[in-house]
């Protein structure tokens, strides 16, 4: 069974960093396409960052250059560097698996970011 745990999330001021940690178990994050996503409050969920199989990434404008997704294999976890943080990011993080094999996609608990003084 495909299981993600995220972390890493909490308070911090405008202009802070935080390091979101999504670890994997019953898959490969090598092996497959891993996202992340965020949802605000009254907001739908939205795309923010991913990395595939092959290493290649994209970032939601409103991230680029500002987030930076990264893989440890053999740890078998994706983390998500936020650097410059914006009040704008506060929203509950979300990390995702597609299971190549399987066509399947299984998703975190979430872990919640605040950005405020």
């Known amino acids: 069974q495909v299981q993600l745990v995220e972390s890493g999330g909490g308070l911090v001021q405008p202009g802070g960093s935080l390091r979101l940690s999504c670890a994997a178990s019953g898959s490969s994050v090598s092996d497959n396409t891993i996202s992340w996503y965020r949802q605000a409050p009254g907001k739908e969920r939205e795309f923010v960052t991913i990395?595939?199989?092959?290493?290649?990434?994209n970032y939601a404008d409103s991230v680029k250059g500002r987030f930076t997704i990264s893989r440890n294999n053999a740890k078998n976890t994706v983390y998500l560097q936020m650097n410059s943080l914006k009040p704008e990011d506060t929203a509950v993080y979300y990390c995702?698996?597609?299971?190549?094999?399987?066509?399947?996609?299984?998703w975190g608990q979430g872990t919640r970011v605040t950005v405020s003084s």
């Open positions: 990395i595939t199989n092959s290493g290649s990434t």
């Open positions: 995702n698996i597609y299971v190549v094999r399987s066509r399947a996609n299984y």
